[in-house]
């Protein structure tokens, strides 16, 4: 029986995780700086560890946890607060390099870091028209907190990978991850309480207001979860990009939230208006998060087909779908750790 340790199991990729290693027979060792409620599914599939990836001791504590495992998955991030770079900062960057401390110091062979299509460098519109593959470069979008953040984590991946040759070090590079369970989570992070999740129920007669350069792409929770465990079953090292079709343009969104169409603003215009907000604190998002929607390149997926056998069974679309009924419906997993806001 494989045995895997889930770093940030408690979230929208964490619990999709769960499942999927749970249908493979996986021994789960679950790891979160607030636990669930254990009774709860997907959460009862794992034995659990509260752990603070940031803390001082984490490297002590972490090291004890992934002793006897065959793989090691890093999931644990903070993209709240905004307005506390250095909160981020602690979870993103410094908690990374104490799991591949520890990882290193409990002979664990594999480690799977959690990258994002946020790592590689920004393109213009033109350059969203020629899909990139595993080698763009990954030096994020300047501008952009999160971005930054997995540029830097990439760094210190190359440096533990040719410090640790014995460690399979893989990187998964996903789009947008999407699912129903995960509506309540994604509004606070991106969206503030101010905004009620059955918005989406009013749109029906109204266009949608996008800069043109908003084209991204999108994959299901559980589709990911799936690449993530061919990659442990397979000992597959090295970056993946993991993406459904087809891209996600301001027209095909519109049409999944059943609007009128889609009406092209200026990208200067919404990001005035996300900056504004952001510094009244009527929401969460700030502008950096703009750039990485104009900014982020269209991805190839080849490498994670031939070498993982890896297809997505959702579409983008229904992905997006899935996302946008449990805003209808108000939906979330509430046994879920609350968000720091």
Known sequence: MTRVVVVGATGNVGTALLRRFRDAGADLIGVARRLP??????????????VDVGAPDAVDRLTAVFRGADAVVHLAWALQPTHDIPAQYRTDVTGTANVLAAVAAAGVPQ???????????????????TPVDESWPTDGIPTATYSRH???????????AA????????????????????????????????????VVRWVRWAVLPLPYPFVFQ???????ADAY??????????????????????????????MLGAVRVPL?????????????????TDAGWVDIAAGVPVMRTDRAREVLGWEARH??????????AGFADEHGVPESPPLRG
């Open 111 to 129: 480690v799977v870091v959690a990258s994002s299509v946020g790592t590689y460098r920004g393109v213009d519109v033109d350059g969203k028209r």
């Open 37 to 50: 409620d254990l009774q709860a599914t997907p959460y009862d599939a794992a034995l659990w560890h509260a």
């Open 218 to 224: 999108a994959v299901h929770a559980d589709d990911l």
């Open 163 to 198: 410090a640790h040759p014995e460690v399979v070090v893989t990187r998964m590079r996903p789009g947008l991850v999407f699912q129903r369970d995960a509506a309540a989570e994604i509004r606070g992070l991106f969206l503030g309480h101010l905004v009620p999740m059955r």
């Open 150 to 160: 997995k540029a830097e984590n990439e760094r210190a991946m190359d440096v533990f």
């Open 315 to 324: 579409s983008a679309e229904d992905a997006m779908r899935a996302l946008v």
């Open 268 to 284: 200067a215009l919404v990001r005035g208006l996300v900056t504004v907000t952001w510094r009244l604190r009527l929401q969460p």
């Open 229 to 258: 465990w061919r990659a442990i079953h397979r000992r597959a090292a090295g970056a993946f990009n993991i993406a459904a079709s087809p891209v996600l343009t301001p027209p095909r969104m519109a049409r999944v939230l059943g």
